[in-house]
């Protein structure tokens, strides 16, 4: 059976709950757990694109990049350093 993706349809994946404490960052208080799931979907995504060489696939690795690391002045993705800077927080 052959199942279509229908682009009208709706994904709900639930609330973010954050909060800025007193140093002026964000604090995840509830959805850490979807975050982080979406974290790893993503960087899956990276490694899997990084072994198709045509310039699609390239552009979209690339652009993946940025959704999971910080980026230097040329837009070139910082291993070290995530882009999703949370802290998480168990209340």
Known sequence: ???SFDTNDE???GPIVTFMND???L????GQQRLTTILLLLRAFYSKFGNMLDEQ??????NIGKCIWKTDEFGKPKLLYMSLSFMIQIR
Request: net charge positive.
């Open 27 to 30: 604090e995840v208080i509830d």
């Open 57 to 62: 696939s390239k552009s979209t690795r690339e």
């Open 1 to 3: 059976m052959l199942l």
């Open 11 to 13: 994904y709900f994946l």
């Open 23 to 25: 140093n002026k960052k």
